[in-house]
């Protein structure tokens, strides 16, 4: 059984979603998912559930929700244990749990790959709910932190400049991200700009916080001032490339835009190349951020190449995600096996899967073989990606 509160709540046995009910009855579900293995006493459960204004029969209504969730969860995980209730949850079904644990393991990107929207969104009106969203995305912005400064380590600074601007106005209190924010821009060759955005933080906390910058963040100004060698991007051996595929083995990502004959009638040629260019901009960030080699492309279509099977995934997953508000609707193939190359180009009847299970993707889906699923299972089985048996 899985349990997912990084997104709305859901419940899922062997794959399927499982109908947990109304308002109420999620409210309870959320409320003993958060402290999962823990007592959870009566009187706080009642409080979550009717906040301010519990009725006479309170505890007997509380009585009959937990008897219902005791019959969609079955066997023994909701024990009644005094004072209250106890929710019996392994560390493997709850995405939350998987994520610190990703998160504790240094794998930043895996961690947010778990996240399939704002936590906990069908409760952001309660007040227990706020107070929990709040924490979640607490931790969501530390695990953002940690990998973006991953990918600076990475040497993919300009990549990075254009997200952590919208971070900045979306989180103009946070000093690490205007820190990363400087030094992105320092390394992109804007030092004028770089010592800008130091000035916009520094009025932005004087003005809402009456505060100076901390130490670090003065520290790296003076740095970008003096044009300190240290904040240069350190040279990485070959070797330090995330992979997780035996030798000659490569997962191979073919993509293209769904009814792109139809979307250029209906725009034009002026917008439909624009938002060509848009799209491929996007999917070059993606692709680099998670060590994919770009092969070729050819009109709307794209062909890449991961040493690493769970990158490959995350990066369709992200890609996918950032374009999911426009028009252009992408399908993407991602297939596992052996690569053959012919004049330095990848050839043969696994590049022949890949591309037939990319064609065969609909409605903007991401499709994996059953070879790249029985690699990456366990990190994308919360990414909302289709499984495809190999294709003969």
């Known amino acids: 059984m899985e349990f997912r509160i990084l997104g709305p709540l859901e419940v899922l046995e062997d794959g ?9 009855p999620r409210l309870l579900l959320a409320m003993l998912l958060l402290h999962a293995n823990e007592v959870v006493s009566t009187d706080r459960l009642i409080d979550a559930l009717w906040e301010e204004r519990p009725p006479k029969t309170a505890r007997k209504a509380l009585q009959v929700h937990i008897s219902r969730l005791r019959k969609l969860l079955a066997g023994e995980r909701l024990e009644t244990k005094a004072p209250g209730y106890l929710l019996r949850v392994g560390d493997e079904e709850l995405d939350v749990e998987r994520f610190r644990t990703l998160l504790a393991s240094g794998r930043p990107q895996d961690a947010l790959a778990l996240w399939r929207g704002p936590p906990l969104a069908d409760q952001a009106y309660t007040r227990f709910g706020q107070a929990e969203i709040a924490r979640l995305e607490e931790l969501r912005l530390t695990a953002l ?86 904040l240069d991007v350190a040279a990485e051996p070959a070797s330090a490339v995330r992979t997780d595929l035996p030798a000659g083995i490569v997962t191979f990502v073919f993509t293209d835009i769904e009814a792109s004959t139809r979307l250029l009638a209906e725009v034009g040629t002026a917008a439909f190349a624009q938002a060509l260019e848009e799209t491929w901009g996007l999917a070059r960030e993606c692709i680099v951020r998670h060590d994919g080699v770009e092969v070729g492309s050819r009109g709307d279509g794209f062909f890449v190449a991961f040493r690493s099977a769970r990158g490959a995934a995350a990066m369709a997953r992200e890609l996918q995600e950032a374009l999911a508000p426009g028009r252009v609707k992408l399908r993407i193939g991602i297939h596992t096996g052996e690569a053959s190359q012919a004049a330095g180009d990848y050839v043969g009847l696994e590049v022949h899967r890949a591309a037939r299970i990319c064609a065969a993707a609909h409605g903007g889906q991401v499709l994996l073989s059953q070879a790249t699923c029985d690699l990456v299972d366990v990190e994308t089985r919360d990414l909302g990606l289709h499984r495809l048996k190999d294709l003969d």
């Open 145 to 230: 932190g940690d990998r973006i400064e991953a990918d600076l380590a990475a040497g993919m600074h300009a990549a990075l400049v254009g997200e952590l601007e919208a971070l900045v106005r979306e989180h103009p209190l946070r000093e690490r991200l205007h820190g990363q924010l400087m030094l992105a821009l320092y390394r992109a060759g804007r030092q004028a700009d770089a010592l800008e955005a130091y000035q916009e933080a520094r009025r932005t906390l004087t003005e809402e916080l009456g505060i100076e910058p901390r130490r670090e963040l003065r520290e790296l100004q003076q740095a970008i001032l003096s044009q300190d060698a240290a």
């Open 16 to 24: 399927e979603t499982l109908d947990v009910g109304g308002h109420k």
